[in-house]
């Protein structure tokens, strides 16, 4: 009988070995169910394939300057604009990969070393999130939660996130998108804003130690803060030049002696009150929104179905120079910085106890600051709030802590206590200025300067503002009579008291104006010499001949929207009008009788270079070439020999106005100027207009209100008060050649059918030449 052999049981050794891979395949199997949960969309919200291949960043608009800078960005909370890889500079690259991610080109989005290791040593030795990862949680994921379920739930959606983007994207992509993306704080969002903010320099400009400053802040950058935590960024900065020595991006030597450098912080702050061109871009924020309002967004780009000035990363080429803004800023600047120290000095309470306004009674000071009181931001605020009438009242009389403007401060500003009612006063007390430079051929306006500190004062005189146009108006007169009376600038007219009687061209009285100086020399004068000197009874005589409605029917030609009454008395600039619109008057003179409307954005186009806008010019035909011309050649002459003629040299070298007021004199100009000052009653406004052949700008200088103004016409003319601004601006100009800016002559129409070369018939008009400038031996 064969004996049954009993099945031995299993050993322990072999239990655990079943247990083991029980385990293991389960393991596997759960890790596997986990990430198609993630996959599934089942452990929280996963993007859209369509959101992967066109992540939804909010990005700011790019305002972009005729010569290709960046002259300001429209965000609200993400000052991005991104930037392309080939963008970026090698060792910015070398930096990041060899700080945050040695393996990056090597794994597929998950770095499997990494990740051991950080689990084998619980993460003291360094995390494994790679780029990648740290792109999809700074993309889709979000802030890191503080419940440990949720973490792992998290990093679990970051790595299928991450090897879906290794799948979409190359791994240059993948390192342009988180540089792109990341928050560098001080409003640096992306790495373009990073290094205009911390260095001022476009990406592909940075230095080695400047990339090491900005990769380290990738660790945590309110934390690794340049601006607040010198020492800790700088030794944050070498940790990263130790990396990239470590890994073969540098030699020892090249680390050693860039960890010895200072770390070169050069802060620029982007807001929308600070930087280049503020005023211009505040007008360009009311372009756009007009834009916006009448170009619905297509619906292929999804989303909104408008577009947004500060979300949607559209970018405006504008016809501003970079260069010739920043000389024309710097131009305001210098002059009226000088101006204002004299105006104050005239002002002070023992010369002018109502100062700034000068000769008002109590009654009219205190309407204007009652005025000023209830159009004020406090004002409007506490009225939101429902805060009574005698609530707010009291509030204005109570002091208070504030930053104020002040030209002889650092940075234009200064902490002070007083009054609101005070502050008012005080912030009237400044003068205010507006310019605009455009090139008459195209209308491409070139420099727009508003005001004196946007921070401070934020109404725009360039557009928002019009002031009387004072003697810029007369060449307007002259130039309809040269048109319908085909007088010429040699046509000679007396310098003696001239009225227009009452009843004619709709003048219910007499209409008798004097001279500036209340003189009449009885001279004959020529159009030229007449004009050269502001000869009040000359124009006079020329809007008697043509009429008041040729002339402001030329004027509506010439772009100046105003309604102008159809009387007489205009021909002395009683009139307002912006700096605008007479800077694009005065183009169609050099421009060969041609308007051409000014133009300030030239095209804009979607985040993805789409062209959304293409401007069309604007022209029409005004004055024939010969008329324009003679009027070039008359306004030559007041900066040959009238009141423009210290662009070239001074009639009153020793003048105490010349020394206090007239900011960078000598200006020496030797080429062909064109030009006319303008000064209204009172010396309430001063006007330069000044013309080369390619540039044509216009100057304004003025109070607040009109009772703001210097006492003598020495101090208070356009000649004094504006000129000196067109000055400082062409004197920069000129010193760069880049700019192209014609030294040239005017050019001389063939057969030119006006005469305008009156060397034979100027007689001796010339020893009144100086008439206006003469003026400045008068003292205050």
Known sequence: MAKVVKKKKPTGYFKYIKWFWILFVSGILLVALIFLSASWGLLGDMPEYEHLENPQTNLATEIISSDGKTLGKFYL????????????????????????DARFFDHSGIDARGTLRAFVYLGKKGGASTITQQLARQLFVGVRSKNKFETIKQKVMEWVLATRLERQYTKQEIIAMYLNQYDFLNNADGIRSAAKIYFGKEPQELKVEESAVLVGMLKNSSYFNPIRREELVANRRNTVLGQMAKYGYITEKEKDSLQALKMDINFNPESHKEGLATYFRMYLQRFMNDWISKNPKPAMEGGRDKWNLFLDGLKIYTTIDSRMQANAEDAVRKHMANLQNEFSRQNTPDKNPTAPFLDLDKSEEKRILERAMKSSNRWRKMKDEGKSEDVIRASFTKKTEMTVFDWNSDGRERDTIMTPIDSIRYYKNFLRAAMMSMEPQTGHVKAWVGGIDYRHFQYDNVIQGSRQAGSTFKPFVYAAAIDQLRLSPCDSLPDTQYCIEANKHGNPDPWCPKNAVGQYSGKMYTLKDALANSVNTVTAQLIDRVGPRSVVSIVKNLGLTKEIPEVPSIALGTVEFNVYEMVGAYGTFANKGVYVKPVMVTRIEDKNGTVLYEYVPETKDVLSKDVAYAMVNL?????????????????????????????GYPYGFTNPIAGKTGTTQNQSDGWFMGMVPNLVTGVWVGGEERSIHF??????????????????YMKKNYENKDLGISDGAFEKPENLSIKVDCSKSSGDNQQDSDLEDDLDDLDF
């Open 77 to 100: 909370d993400d000052n991005r604009t991104p930037v392309p890889y080939d963008s970026l500079p090698q060792n910015l690259v070398d930096a990041l990969v060899a700080t945050e």
């Open 635 to 663: 306004m030559e002459g007041v900066t040959q020999g009238g009141s423009g003629t210290r662009l070239r040299h001074s009639g009153a070298k020793n003048s105490t106005v010349y020394k206090k007021v007239i900011t």
């Open 711 to 728: 006492k003598s016409i020495a101090y208070g003319q356009g000649a004094s008060m504006a000129l000196p601004i067109w000055g400082l």
